[in-house]
């Protein structure tokens, strides 16, 4: 887990900028994937400046603004009904969600989409609700809630990361985040070579996966669509 204290989230937000300056310009339409925890100003607009649009999770706390009024969409999501026109269900992943859409101002960006979502069986729980922002609002809800479910090979090599090298999270004292495998410090680069290899392999057994990914390991959940 990593340290969640402001500093440690500048630290962090920091470093994925430098990779977006560090990006080439993408030749195609792209995207940088990420959790609620990068999709703040600064970032987005470091990967936008490369040709990337920015699709990630939201926290529900976050202001949008219907009808022109500032609200939390956490608040805004209390007023929400399955028989609102507004309101459609959608299956991503072979589940099905109830979800809705906004689509204007939020922070710095003019114009944005903010797809609220609730899973079919849990449509009001406040602790159900998960949302997800594209700064491509042409995007459509299906494509955007279709594109952010593309970060899940991410997912999957933490899991055989802990499970078969044997990898464990230390925390140093500058916030940034080591490795040890099997007693040994691992640098940052060795890591992310790992995560290479791994999307490599999944790619050669999961063919559906069209594109190219990849994944930065050291910045958890930071995940690029080109």
Known sequence: TLM????????YKRQVQEIAQELPV????????????????K???????????????LKTNRIIYPFGIAKKVSDFALHLRKTDTDVSLVT???REFYVYRYEGKFNDIPNAAVILSY??????????????????AELSTQEILDTYSRRWPMELFFVKARENL???NIKSSCFYKKWSVAGSRFRNDRVILCNFQYLLNYRRNKTEIAGTEFVFHKFCSCYFLM
């Open 26 to 41: 993408a030749p195609v339409v792209s995207y940088f994937l990420c959790d609620s925890w990068y999709t703040s100003v």
């Open 166 to 168: 044997h990898w464990i």
């Open 43 to 57: 970032v987005m607009d470091s990967f936008i400046q490369k040709g990337f649009y920015t699709i990630g999770a």
């Open 119 to 136: 899973p079919k069986e849990a449509f009001g729980n406040p602790r159900a609700l998960r949302v997800f922002k594209s700064t491509n």
């Open 4 to 11: 969640r204290s402001s500093a440690a989230s500048d630290v």
């Open 92 to 94: 991503v992943g072979g």
